[in-house]
């Protein structure tokens, strides 16, 4: 509702003036009526207003509130996979004893883990022997290997996350390149 139109409205009504230049009582009786009907649509308006204003006000606290669980999730998928990363150091180093039994405990172990964090939404990025996806890896050096073709990952150093379909951390890989 544009106030000024309405004020101007007013100015167009049509009001009988004496000699004296006074109105009779049925012209301010008019201006009444009309300013009434103004203050009651300028009090319409307001609560339009008023509740746009809270609903958007809302929105903002819910968008806040998500972005804020967004955040807290995130920093505790990155607290988890660095948990991850140092039981990751452990199996890479029992699979390298020679002790059968430590070797099977270690990847019973390291295998259960990863169900686990599969269950939540949290897959491991370890490509070995595939084609380099710059999406999903990061290249930290280049080898040769005539046994698979260039471009190929020879060895992951550190394996990368993915989270709900959204790489947290790509896997740091050794390239094939002759």
Do not use: C
Not at 115 to 141: C, H, M, P, W
């Amino acid at each position: 509702m544009d106030f000024h139109e309405e004020v101007l409205k007013l100015a167009e009504l049509p009001l009988k003036e004496d000699a004296d230049d006074k109105f009779y009582s049925s012209d301010i009786s008019l201006i009444y009526d009309e300013f009434n009907k103004n203050i009651i649509k300028i009090n319409k308006s307001q609560k339009e207003i008023s509740y746009n204003v809270e609903e958007i006000y809302e929105f903002i606290q819910d968008l806040k509130e998500e972005e804020r669980n967004k955040s807290i999730e995130y920093d505790l998928v990155n607290s988890l996979i660095s948990i991850v990363d140092i039981i990751e150091d452990f199996y890479v180093f029992a699979t390298s004893e020679k002790d059968l039994n430590v070797i099977s405990h270690a990847e019973m172990l390291w295998r259960s883990i990863l169900k686990k964090l599969s269950l939540f939404g949290l897959a491991r990025i370890y490509d070995e022997k595939t084609k380099l996806d710059v999406i999903y890896n990061t290249t930290i050096g280049t080898d040769s290997d005539k046994s698979l073709p260039e471009g190929y990952i020879l060895k992951t150093i550190k394996s990368g996350y993915i989270y709900k379909n959204k790489v947290i951390r790509k896997s740091l890989v050794i390239v094939n390149k002759y």
